[in-house]
């Protein structure tokens, strides 16, 4: 059965608490929040592992789709966040302090993109995430939101699917945005195969 789950926690208590084997969970500012992907949001996300594990393979590049990893803040130590795709640089992983025993990343460099496919909390996508994965320094972010659940602010009005490509650039994240047939362009992996169009048929 899992725990009880005690009011705030820091990084490490949730660590030590993180139920093996049951459900998902992240922590925002010391709260656990239990995540409950609907079945096409893991399709979706699949979709994304499967495309850039194939390109990783194909280029023979030094990095790996993890299955599940947490990204620390850099200014919290109340906070974690599991995305839904990371690539992961196998070398950069030999300077991270917490990989080895807790399959934690505390730097931005180890991650060569992340991948968040939006569900109903889409603030946490657009807003929290957003800032921490720009201030830790990860080079590449993708808003996946296949339903257009997002703020008019950032995927128009009337609402459409869109997907957000960040890429960070003097320290600061610039946005492509693509829709309908638009092969996604990615700094990380310039010759990716994969339309937006793909990505929400997988998603109705």
Request: glycine share 6%; aromatic share 10%; proline share 5%.
């Amino acid at each position: 059965m899992i725990q009880a789950v005690p009011k705030t926690m820091t990084l490490d208590e949730f660590l030590d608490w993180y139920p093996d084997g049951y459900g998902r969970f992240e922590l925002y500012d010391g709260v656990v929040v239990e995540m409950q992907p609907t079945g096409t949001h893991e399709r979706v996300a699949a979709l994304h592992a499967l495309k850039l594990g194939i390109e990783i393979e194909r280029l023979e590049l030094p990095y790996f789709v993890a299955r599940q990893c947490i990204i620390k803040p850099i200014d919290s130590d109340k906070s974690g966040f599991i995305p839904d795709v990371a690539v992961l640089d196998e070398n950069a992983l030999k300077t991270e302090p917490l990989w080895k025993k807790r399959s934690v990343i505390t730097k931005g460099e180890t991650v060569r993109l992340a991948i968040e496919v939006v569900s109903t909390n889409w603030q946490d996508d657009y807003l929290i995430k957003l800032a921490e994965y720009e201030k830790l320094g990860i080079s590449e972010y993708w808003i996946v939101d296949y339903l257009g659940l997002g703020g008019k602010r950032y995927i128009g009005n009337p609402k459409r699917p869109v997907i957000l490509v960040y890429s960070l650039v003097d320290g600061e994240y610039m946005v492509s945005e693509f829709r309908e047939n638009q092969r996604i362009e990615s700094p990380t992996f310039p010759e990716l195969n994969l339309t937006a169009e793909r990505v929400f048929k997988v998603g109705q």
